[in-house]
């Protein structure tokens, strides 16, 4: 089991910052989003998701803004205690503005949390292509250089964010649907977690928290009668569970899994996604992505299981 950031592993010791997070309340009883990422990513999008689940949006606010924000917030009765701010790379100080406004919004008693957007430079290059503009921070150079400057400067942002969402082969719906999972209810105590069902010879998810590899378990590729099915077929998951060693991962695994999740809500993480993989991400993945899925609904998770890769080949 490994946690992952995509770009390698995560330090998972504790920071002042994520104390603070875990221990934070709000301005009143406001809760308090940052939405942020790589330009291209769907900032846009996921602000617009946020406002129709009843969010107070504010795009575009410089960082030193957020907490004349938050604090208004709290001193102007609005219809809604949930409020969030869009906030980009283009101010040329991002990252030490961002993070002296997040440490003075915890200071002052402001429980934040960080959603970090971000897509693969492929994605990013073809979305701009589309839309034809140029990128904002790539001045005389070409995109390619905008995107990697961009990516160095909100290194330190990604890494500290409470949920990383990467929307490379996510349309609107989808990252509107999937603000709309994490955000909906944000009275609701607890961890939520996302499975997601991958294929190993198509990369990692990138966004992954923590990745599994069921690929100790036979493939039902070589069964000719399996092949054409996926995992979500009653042969190929019984197939799959029949397996030695496949209930005794699923049995131990809920229990780490029980774990971490204590832990990530002590630690104030809210979100987490759990990326489950095999060769093709047909058959055990999905198989497994939905039995682990299932054991964390009965310990009363809020879970959502998809499956990223079925179908692809």
């Known amino acids: 089991m490994t946690e992952q950031t995509g770009g390698g592993e995560r330090d998972t010791s504790r920071s002042p910052r994520r104390e603070a997070r875990g221990r934070g309340g709000a301005v009143g009883d406001t809760a308090f989003v940052i939405v ?32 004349a924000m938050a604090e208004e917030a ?14 980009d790379v283009r101010s040329l100080a991002f990252t030490t503005d961002l993070n002296t406004a997040i440490e003075e919004l915890e200071a002052r008693g402001v429980g934040v949390r960080v959603v970090f957007l971000e897509a693969s430079d492929e994605e990013l290059v073809r979305r701009f292509e589309n839309v034809r503009r140029p990128h904002p921070l790539q001045g005389e150079g070409r995109l390619v250089d905008g995107i990697a400057r961009e990516r160095g400067i909100l290194r330190e942002v990604r890494a500290n964010a409470d949920l ?18 994490f955000f909906g209810g944000e009275d609701r105590p607890g961890l939520r977690v996302n499975v997601v069902s991958f294929g190993f010879k198509y990369g990692l998810p990138v966004d992954a928290d923590l990745v599994v590899d069921c690929r100790f378990l036979p493939n039902p590729h070589w069964v000719p009668e399996l092949r054409p099915m996926s995992g979500l077929d009653t042969p190929v998951r019984e197939y799959v569970l029949s397996q030695p060693g496949a209930k005794e991962f699923l049995d131990a695994y809920e229990e780490v899994l029980g774990v971490v999740a204590a832990g990530y809500v002590r630690e104030g993480k809210g979100y987490a996604t759990l990326a489950v993989g095999c060769t093709g991400g047909k058959h055990r993945s999905v198989a497994m992505s939905e039995q682990i899925g299932a054991r964390l609904r009965d310990r009363g998770m809020e879970v959502q299981v998809s499956h990223r890769d079925v179908g692809r080949e």
Do not use: C, Y
């Not at 709290?74 to 869009?86: I, S």
């Open 74 to 87: 709290g001193r102007v009765k609005l219809d809604t205690d949930k409020v969030a701010a869009v906030v």
């Open 164 to 181: 990383v969402i990467d929307t490379s082969s996510h349309n609107v719906h989808e990252l509107r649907g999937k603000i709309a999972s």
């Open 36 to 67: 942020t990422g790589m330009s291209g990513a769907g900032r846009s999008t996921a602000a617009k998701a946020l406002e129709d689940l009843g969010w107070f949006v504010i795009d575009n606010l410089p960082p030193g803004m957020l907490f």
